[in-house]
């Protein structure tokens, strides 16, 4: 499924992204380069001076983007994505609060279930596997898709520096998987990989705590390129 990628498809600006927690670095990372991207964005937030913070930052960056935001709870219905991107201490609350409004949408969880201790990042362990798997356990209607954990947010915030690399995604949905690896090659230099079923999102979820102990050793923003193909 995956292909050879030197630039970024050609943008939809009708493709509405929300991003629930997008006041964060990766919430903001992610809605600065799909902003670039040409998407229509909106920064939820529980609170709204927050979100207001964030557009404008995002803005800065991508001066003629379409970039709006508000409370995450505002934005879902309009989506045709809902990015989450909270701490991983919050998912399932968060979830729990939104799952009526997240309704049958695709809701991609970009959660890394972690903990820091005096080691550093540990992953944790998921009652039902993964984050993702435990997100579709309690938004039972949502499309949910798993990816773009392997993203890091100062690269994506960064946008005029292309970046590289894959993103894996899984997903028990064949459609909002595909839709969702179309997203990803909106960003330039970037390869969507089929990782399979929702099952596989653990392994993506823990590999990122090994990336961020390689960001350390080699002060870099590391991330994953799957070769072979
Ligand atoms: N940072 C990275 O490079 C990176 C890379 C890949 C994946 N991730 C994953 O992406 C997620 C977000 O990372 P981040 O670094 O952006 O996290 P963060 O800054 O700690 O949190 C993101 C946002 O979540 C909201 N939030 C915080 N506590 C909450 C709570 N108890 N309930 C509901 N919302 C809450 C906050 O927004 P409001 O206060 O405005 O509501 C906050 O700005 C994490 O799960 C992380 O594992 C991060």
Do not use: W
């Not at 995002?58 to 001066?63: G, N």
């Not at 279930?113 to 579709?136: T, Y």
């Amino acid at each position: 499924m995956a292909r050879s990628k030197s630039k970024e498809s050609e943008p939809d600006p009708d493709v509405r992204i929300a991003i629930i927690g997008g006041t964060g670095p990766e919430g903001m990372g992610l809605a600065t380069r799909f902003a670039k991207a040409g998407h229509l964005i909106y920064i939820g937030s529980r609170s709204e001076e927050r979100a207001e913070d964030a557009v404008a930052k995002v803005r800065e960056s991508v001066p003629d983007g379409h970039v709006f935001g508000g409370l995450n709870e505002d934005g879902l219905e309009r989506a045709d994505f809902v990015f989450l991107t909270v701490p991983s201490d919050a998912h399932d609350d968060t979830i729990e609060q939104l799952a009526e409004a997240i309704g049958d949408k695709i809701l991609i969880d970009v959660v890394v279930p972690m903990l820091f201790d005096r080691e550093g990042p540990k992953a944790i362990d998921v009652e039902a596997g993964s984050a993702a798997q435990q997100a579709r356990a309690i938004a039972t209607d949502a499309k949910v898709v798993s990816g773009f954990h392997h993203l890091d947010a100062s690269a994506l915030a960064n946008v005029d520096k292309p970046m590289q690399g894959d993103v894996i995604i899984c997903s028990d949905h064949r459609g909002a998987k595909d839709k969702v690896m179309a997203l990803v090659e909106n960003i330039e230099y970037i390869r969507a990989v089929d990782g399979g079923p929702l099952a596989n999102s653990k392994y993506i979820e823990q590999l990122t705590v090994l990336l961020i102990h390689i960001n350390k050793i080699y002060r870099t923003h590391s991330g994953v390129r799957i070769t072979g193909f």
